[in-house]
């Protein structure tokens, strides 16, 4: 398995744009987490699916921030409009359901936003 | 959220074994207790995980205190590979999002 596979691995745009971060999960997984990881906040879970529903987004920022996942093997996190402060590392995890099984972390989008 | 406490950093020689302590006073019975890594430049990397038993696989062990409120994981004998933030988190069977604190920053000496 190539793992979970994010992309772009990094993004420079302009402020007020919109950018679309994308995630492929391990296939078989029924859970998918977005985080976003800052120096000044570490890392923070934006949202959690669990079979492609979403169970908690209390962690979205605001309204300018979605996530949605169509289907069991891709997700998408947007930002419209972008604002400087958006800048972080954005990271996609999955799992199998429950407590009893460890996350597989993509390898990150960092988004830098001018 | 059940919360968990870990020294911001340590330091190990390479070669040694590395002792990482957890603190996690207010665990309830029945959350998993987790631990990740992330080396610089990458994502997270799940390391071991266990609910009561002392768990052993071949990046470390996992040993838990008969009452739970405290864990450690045991780098039996750490490497240069091995110089990341090593995250402890306690994972509830009834929810099983992962809350990451600001973790144990190790640095590994040659």
């Known amino acids: 398995d190539a793992g979970v596979i994010q992309s772009p691995r990094h993004e420079v745009t302009e402020m007020g744009q919109e950018v679309t971060l994308r995630c492929k999960p391990i296939?078989?997984?029924?859970?998918l987490f977005w985080y976003r990881q800052t120096m000044m906040r570490g890392l923070e879970l934006l949202i959690y699916?669990?079979?492609?529903?979403?169970?908690?987004d209390s962690g979205m920022p605001e309204d300018r921030f979605s996530a949605k996942m169509p289907n069991a093997s891709f997700s998408t996190l947007k930002i419209q409009p972008s604002e400087p402060r958006d800048s972080a590392v954005y990271f996609c995890a999955s799992s199998f359901s429950g407590a009893n099984y460890g996350y597989t972390f993509g390898s990150g989008t960092r988004l830098t936003v001018v | 959220d059940a919360k968990t406490t870990q020294p911001n950093s340590m330091e190990s020689n390479e070669e040694e074994p590395v002792h990482l302590p957890c603190n996690h006073s207010t665990i309830s019975g029945t959350d998993y207790i987790h631990w990740y890594r992330q080396l610089p430049s990458q994502g997270p990397e799940y390391v071991i995980h266990?609910?009561?038993s002392n768990v052993n696989n071949r990046m470390a062990s996992l040993a838990i205190a008969e009452d739970r409120k405290s864990s450690t994981l045991i780098l039996h004998r750490a490497t240069l590979r091995d110089a990341a933030v090593y995250y402890c988190i306690l994972m509830e069977t009834s929810y099983d999002k992962v809350i990451f604190g600001p973790g144990t920053s190790l640095s590994v000496i040659p």
């Open positions: 296939s078989g997984h029924n859970s």
């Open positions: 699916f669990n079979n492609n529903v979403p169970i908690d």
């Open positions: 266990g609910l009561t």
